[in-house]
């Protein structure tokens, strides 16, 4: 029973890792632009699809599809923020529209290119560490995880002690008393949505080979990313990392004691108890960031 629980643990601090990526930069983009970007989902389905063709189509070694994913996510992000989001600034249901028309192609696009089949990915290694006969910690699994720790402390690095993390928390702050202060809003908005969107991409990617890669993959994605960021209070990073730790750690457990229907049941069980105990979420308040 207790390898168990541990081998559960595992499974649990994996799974918040990709969660954590994902939420967080779902609420960068919604602080600092101020839109709830609906195609975050297919964004990391895009980052996975990377994989899927320099990886495995092209064989170029693992970390360089995975770096080339980050870019290639990143620069559609961009494109997203100059070509939808900033025409449609001052009209945030406007935005939310058009990030969802903006998943209905990606999806199919990937359906055109790829077909509606999962796509088979070749192991990055078979090497796993062993704790104990029933407790084991595949390498892969490991990435993932070093990968998240890596980037979300780069990014509260850059957040708190760089001019361009301080330009970014006080545009999400306020936006008219930053432009006052000589901060381009445009700059801002560009940067949190290269961050936000490469970080969901750089999920995909290095899930890509751990998961069932398919046109709709981002579907679940988005759905566990709203709950996280909902229990762990809109507009904060902090709240949506505890909150992806926590909600990892209830969906695993139950999934592996129970079954995975029942566990998504139990995940939005949690978000309407603490919704109901308090509404702003665990570190929510009035300001977005």
């Not at 080979?209 to 904060?236: D, E, K, R």
């Not at 992806?244 to 457990?253: C, I, N, Q």
Request: with cysteine; proline share 3%.
């Amino acid at each position: 029973m207790i390898e168990l629980l541990a081998q559960t643990c595992l499974n649990a601090v994996y799974a918040a890792s990709y969660i954590s990526l994902v939420a967080v930069g779902l609420v960068l983009i919604f602080g600092v632009m101020g839109v709830i970007n609906f195609a975050h989902g297919e964004l990391f389905m895009a980052g996975a699809y990377a994989v899927v063709t320099f990886y495995a189509d092209l064989h170029l070694p693992f970390l360089v599809a995975v770096a080339l994913g980050l870019v290639f996510v990143g620069v559609l992000g961009l494109l997203m923020e100059r070509a939808l989001f900033r025409p449609l600034r001052d009209n945030p249901l406007g935005g939310l529209v058009a990030s969802i028309g903006f998943l209905m192609i990606l999806q199919a696009l990937a359906v055109m290119g790829y077909g509606v089949r999962m796509e088979h990915i070749p192991p990055v290694t078979q090497e796993v560490i062993v704790f104990s006969d029933k407790v084991r910690l595949p390498l892969s699994r490991l990435f993932v995880i070093i990968a998240a720790v890596v980037l979300l402390g780069a990014l509260w690095y850059f957040l708190k002690r760089t001019k361009f993390g301080w330009a970014l928390r006080a545009s999400a702050q306020d936006p008219e008393a930053a432009e006052l202060q000589g901060i381009s809003i445009n700059q801002t908005a560009r940067i949190a949505m290269f961050i936000g969107a490469g970080l969901a991409g750089i999920a995909g990617a290095l899930t890509a080979p751990l998961v069932s890669v398919n046109p709709h993959m981002g579907h679940s994605v988005i759905v566990t990313a709203f709950i996280v960021i909902i229990v762990g209070g809109v507009g904060s990073l902090e709240g949506a990392v505890l909150a992806s730790v926590v909600y990892a750690v209830v969906h695993t457990f139950v999934t592996t004691f129970y079954d995975g229907v029942i566990a998504d049941i139990v995940g939005l069980s949690l978000m309407l108890l603490v919704l109901i105990v308090k509404p702003t979420g665990l570190f929510g308040s009035a300001d977005r960031a």
